[in-house]
């Protein structure tokens, strides 16, 4: 099957992609993991004034068949979280770009995105598994 | 997020793997078998068993036939169940012991009643990840001088069909009257006019039959129910299915080191039979009672209890998390969200102290205590018709 993976992001090899804006950048998930992950009961996420950092866990996911910890591609804190999702995480699925946004993460001028992999990049990857 | 690759182990695959394929599921390795997890989406397929029909390749499930003029007689010995009491087209759910009355292996015993030379003939159903160990298991403990005994896993195709359509369905491709068969009761016939042996038994808390045919006939079979509209069903849907009809998993909710007393199981064991493997061992619990025992539990929040989270009690009689016990009490051995009640629901060993309906427990998800309550089992009861 194959999933689209917007330009604009970068990814992680673990699946979750970020979206820099200035200095807000908005994490997600990448259309694949959640096909993989299939029916989601919810997301547990950090609250608004929370800080992640790069390559920790922020929180995780689980669906009926598991659950999976979600790693954060940036250093910041977190400015809004999508709280909608909490009652309707069939919104990640349909729209993962998207309103299935996770969180808006303020972070320093200085962030390096250089360990992350272009959309390219991430599509050669899951084209793998 | 680490997403599940696939294994570069050789796996044995069911006749039926062309028709996963086509329908493009999902496979993951299961008990050395490449099988089919979700078609739909586990939901989906959960659904459609509980309100319609689903189907299931269980072909990779160890078959066993056996045959003897003291077959009944020398099984006996490797079952806490009595089997004397089998008549020809019955079957009984049982479990095979070792000697300190650890579960080895759960099966069904099938007894089909005596051929035409008097000898009695019985089909096994076991778990695939189990199926090498208990035919090494049968071959110790019986007398192959004067019993056959048939491996024909790779030979034959089982599918289950469940849920509240499944009978009526199948019915329009059989010429056996299904419904004069009983629950947990197996006749041979024909499907699609090919020989069959139909058993109402399954492992999703719903009516319904398992069917095995020859490997040659499978795909036609499945096809022709998928033609009917059954739901193809995968290992997900067939785990939460069982999960709220609260049949345990072997290899999670029982396995060696588990007994039949301790898994709410100790139905099955007939006291009167005079001995058979591991009887000491659950006189001896029966007498002193078990310390832990396996129970249901519901979780209040989103969270699922999942294999191998710590289950914990108050250590005062407070409610609040800060009061839970450092200490694990108990373990969880199966969880999911239920799809049929919209909660969380887990199978767990805890202090048979703690084991009361009711009671208050904690689980610890990811670092966390969570409220749960022990409730009854199963979770899920189907609402039978006259």
Redesign the interface.
């Known amino acids: 099957?194959s999933f689209e993976y917007p330009e604009d992001l970068r990814y992680l090899d673990?699946?979750?992609y970020v979206r820099l804006e200035g200095e807000i950048a908005t994490l997600g998930?990448s259309a694949?993991?959640l096909d993989?992950?299939?029916?989601i009961?919810?997301v547990?996420l950090p609250s608004e004034g929370d800080v992640v950092t790069q390559g920790e866990v922020f929180g995780?996911?689980?669906s009926?068949?598991a659950?999976?910890?979600?790693?954060s591609p940036v250093t910041g804190t977190v400015v809004e979280v999508n709280t909608p999702l909490a009652d309707n995480p069939e919104q990640l699925v349909e729209d993962p770009y998207g309103e299935g946004w996770l969180l808006k993460v303020r972070v320093a001028e200085s962030l390096s995105l250089d360990d992350t992999l272009s959309a390219t990049e991430y599509q050669l990857q899951v084209d793998g598994? | 997020?680490?997403?599940?690759?696939?294994l570069a182990t050789p796996l044995q695959t069911t006749p039926l793997l062309a028709c996963h394929q086509a329908l493009?599921a999902?496979t993951m390795p299961f008990g050395g078998w490449e099988m089919p997890?979700?078609y739909q989406?586990?939901?989906a397929e959960h659904q459609a068993v509980r309100e319609r029909s689903g189907m299931f390749d269980i072909s990779h499930m160890g078959k066993f036939l056996l045959e003897g003029m003291d077959l009944i007689g020398q099984l006996q010995p490797l079952v806490p169940s009595d089997l004397s009491v089998l008549k020809p087209g019955q079957a009984k759910y049982t479990v095979f012991l070792n000697e300190s009355g650890g579960i080895l292996d759960d099966l069904i015993v099938y007894y089909h009643g005596q051929t035409n030379t008097g000898a009695q003939a019985i089909t096994l159903i076991v778990n695939a990840a189990t199926a090498s160990q208990d035919l090494e298991w049968l071959r110790q403990h019986i007398n192959l001088d004067t019993l056959t005994l048939e491996d024909v896993t790779p030979e034959r195709v089982l599918i289950a069909v469940q849920g509240p359509e499944a009978i009526a369905l199948l019915q329009t491709l059989t010429v056996v009257d299904l419904k004069q068969v009983s629950r947990y009761g197996h006749i041979t016939g024909t499907i699609l006019d090919k020989p069959a042996w139909f058993a109402r038994t399954g492992y999703t808390g719903e009516d319904g039959f398992e069917i095995m045919v020859d490997a040659t006939l499978g795909s036609l079979l499945w096809e022709t129910l998928l033609a009917k509209g059954v739901q193809p069903c995968g290992l997900?849907a067939r785990d939460?299915l069982r999960l709220e009809a609260a049949m345990a998993l072997y290899g999670q909710d029982i396995d060696s080191t588990t007994s039949p007393l301790e898994a709410g199981l100790q139905w099955l064991v007939s006291w009167e039979k005079p001995d058979f493997i591991g009887r000491k061992a659950l006189m001896t619990q029966k007498k002193q009672g078990v310390s832990r025992q396996l129970v249901g539990l519901q979780m209040d929040g989103?969270?699922?209890a999942?294999h191998g989270y710590p289950v914990k009690a108050l250590s005062t009689l407070s409610e609040t998390p800060s009061e839970v016990s450092a200490n694990s009490t108990g373990e969880v051995t199966s969880g999911?969200?239920s799809?049929t009640l919209g909660y969380p629901i887990a199978l767990a060993y805890v202090p048979t102290a703690l084991s009361q309906i009711g009671q208050h427990l904690w689980v610890e998800i990811?670092g966390k205590d969570y409220p749960a309550q022990v409730v009854k089992r199963p979770f899920y009861r189907r609402t039978r018709t006259p």
């Open positions: 099957m673990s699946h979750e998930i694949f993991a993989q992950l299939g029916d009961v919810f547990d995780n996911i689980e009926v068949k659950v999976e910890d979600l790693y598994e | 997020m680490a997403v599940e690759s696939h493009k999902r997890v979700q989406g586990i939901t997900g939460t989103r969270h699922i999942r999911s969200i799809p990811r």
